[in-house]
Nanobody, 127 residues
């Protein structure tokens, strides 16, 4: 069984930065495709960023391109999301995800393609 635990959320002013962390348990989870989703108040959960099993391919939703960076720490079995130049519209609960058995270079945007989810961490950006 794989468990994902997010941390690093908090309150930050617009223009600031946060780094989210997603620690995974389970030896095989190191080879999973991973992602981050965000759910703003009153809205549906949406794709934010993804990284392939190979760590070579990444993908971002348009609104965060150039501001957010997803990366993997294989040693610590963790996936991070560096969030820079934050905007009030980035306010959301952020969830990390994992998908097993995917192609080595696949990046996944669809929620239904992920097998594992964390419980989320709140990010609030004040104006």
């Amino acid at each position: 069984q794989v468990q994902l635990v997010e941390s690093g959320g908090g309150l930050v002013q617009a223009g600031g930065s946060l780094r989210l962390y997603c620690a995974a348990s389970g030896r095989t989870s190191k080879s999973y495709a991973r992602g981050w989703f965000g759910q703003a108040p009153g809205k549906e959960r949406e794709f934010v960023a993804a990284i392939s099993r190979s760590d070579i391919m990444t993908d971002y939703t348009d609104s965060v391109k150039g501001r957010f960076t997803i990366s993997r720490d294989f040693v610590n079995n963790r996936v991070d999301l560096q969030m820079n130049s934050l905007k009030p519209e980035d306010t959301a609960v952020y969830y990390c995800t994992g998908a097993s058995g995917r192609n080595w270079n696949a990046v996944i945007r669809a929620m239904g393609e992920y097998d594992y989810w964390g419980q989320g961490t709140q990010v609030t950006v004040s104006s």
